[in-house]
């Protein structure tokens, strides 16, 4: 009674329309007050223990990094230099786009950021080169979604939170899958490229390859941080964040000066309000997720699933559909929270690798970024491309099955995610 009342009350507030933080709250606070032992004085005590959770401490300053990186000129000279890469293929500024979409995702983390950083620069660009404006939507819709699966990712740290896995070790296994799926796209790109004969630009010279690298570098220097750090044991990925934001400052204050002392605490405020926003969320969804293990719904479910005798095979293939469905609804930290204490334990149990089910989880939430009607990356490639989301809509649809094939290549072949974390970390 007590978990068909909770779940039943998250699903009725969502359908109606209440923010995914008060419905995550308002639930688990009306199902304690009712059905439980638990006070609204332990309730409290839980919801600021999140606040204490070390590794969220990775969140803030991951997205102040970000702030720093997406408010500077990072992105432009990123554009510059995977355009000179690429840029004399044909459809090459498209797949200039996908390049300086994954360098970006690399630096910021988030996928809505790497629409707007990237898409505001090469949107106009390919229009301007004979693209149509539908299909530069539909490639910068799809490539910001490498924000979340390329490290630093935010989606990645909070599974790692909930899951008690190496975040490091999930940053790591992020790589292989985001080169994948983007030389994927550019594939994409260049087969209708060839068979609409797109237009190609000029060959760069090797100077100004070189020219527009050095000046991209400090930008990409970031994830060679990052990652270098955490493998090398330096620090943590708590620690790398920190130590991101501080490099972030420095190089958009200091080195590339798109940044002006006065204008670091418009940075700072944005910054803390994407926390806030994120944090909250974060805090009533950890409530949430106790009130399930209180209730032992992970563990009812988890037998009732290997009751049923589903190989591993038929798992994976329901938790991808139940994925994409909430996917469709949700952004992807709320589906995260929601969803991994339940179905965590059930992969445990089937000796699913906890670090390929997180990275299984985030392509999922790619897909959930471009699919109506929640899909965040659909309203904010529309707002760039300056389409309606009717457009951005049918733009970015064909790419879905592009996604799709990738996630299949990661849901049954683990190896994908978990080589280069064998390799470095074994």
Not at 115 to 142: E, P
Not at 304 to 318: A, D, E, N, Q, Y
Request: proline share 5%; charged share 10%.
């Amino acid at each position: 009674m007590t978990a068909a009342f909770l779940l039943t009350a998250l699903f009725v507030l969502l359908f109606i329309g209440v923010p995914v933080a008060i419905s995550l709250g308002l639930a688990s606070v009306l199902t304690m007050l009712l059905f439980g032992d638990q006070t609204l004085l332990s309730s409290s005590q839980k919801f600021f223990h999140t606040m204490q959770v070390y590794p969220l401490l990775a969140v803030p300053f991951f997205i102040l990094a970000g702030t720093f990186m997406t408010t500077g000129g990072v992105a432009r000279r990123m554009v510059a230099f995977a355009n000179a890469l690429v840029g004399h293929f044909r459809g090459g500024l498209a797949m200039a786009a996908l390049l300086a979409s994954a360098f970006f995702a690399a630096v910021s983390g988030s996928a809505p950021a790497t629409v707007v950083a990237v898409g505001s620069v090469m949107i106009v660009g390919m229009v301007a080169s004979g693209y149509t404006r539908n299909f530069a939507a539909g490639v910068i819709c799809n490539a910001g979604t490498l924000g979340i699966l390329i490290p630093p990712s935010l989606v990645m740290v909070v599974y790692g939170a909930i899951t008690e896995s190496s975040i490091g070790r999930l940053f790591i296994a992020g790589i292989l899958p985001g080169i994948i799926l983007t030389v994927v796209m550019m594939v994409t790109v260049a087969v209708i490229a060839r068979n609409q004969d797109m237009p190609r630009q000029e060959r760069a010279s090797f100077k100004t390859v070189v020219k527009t690298f050095r000046e991209a570098l400090w930008g990409l220097m970031l994830v060679v941080i990052i990652l270098g750090g955490i493998y090398a044991g330096i620090f943590t990925p708590t620690e790398a964040a920190a130590v991101s934001a501080v490099y972030a400052f420095f190089i958009a204050v200091f080195v590339y000066r798109d940044i002006t002392m006065n204008d670091v605490p418009k940075v700072l405020i944005e910054a803390s309000k994407i926390t806030v926003m994120l944090m909250f969320i974060i805090a009533n969804a950890f409530m949430f997720a106790f009130l399930l293990t209180t209730e032992q719904i992970p563990q009812m479910a988890s037998e009732l699933i290997v009751g049923m005798g589903l190989p591993v095979w038929g798992f994976l293939l329901v938790l991808n559909v139940l994925l994409l469905i909430t996917g469709n609804f949700m952004e992807p930290t709320s589906v995260v929270l929601i969803l991994t204490p339940i179905v965590f334990p059930i992969a445990m149990e089937m000796g699913i690798d906890p670090t390929h089910l997180g990275v299984l989880m985030i392509v999922n939430m790619q897909i959930g970024l471009v699919t109506p009607p929640v899909g965040l990356n659909l309203f904010v490639t529309a707002s760039v491309a300056e389409l309606s989301l009717e457009e951005t809509i049918k733009a970015s649809f064909p790419w879905l099955l592009v996604l799709l094939g990738v996630l299949m290549l990661i849901t049954y072949i683990p190896w994908f995610s978990l080589v280069i974390p064998n390799l470095l970390l074994d």
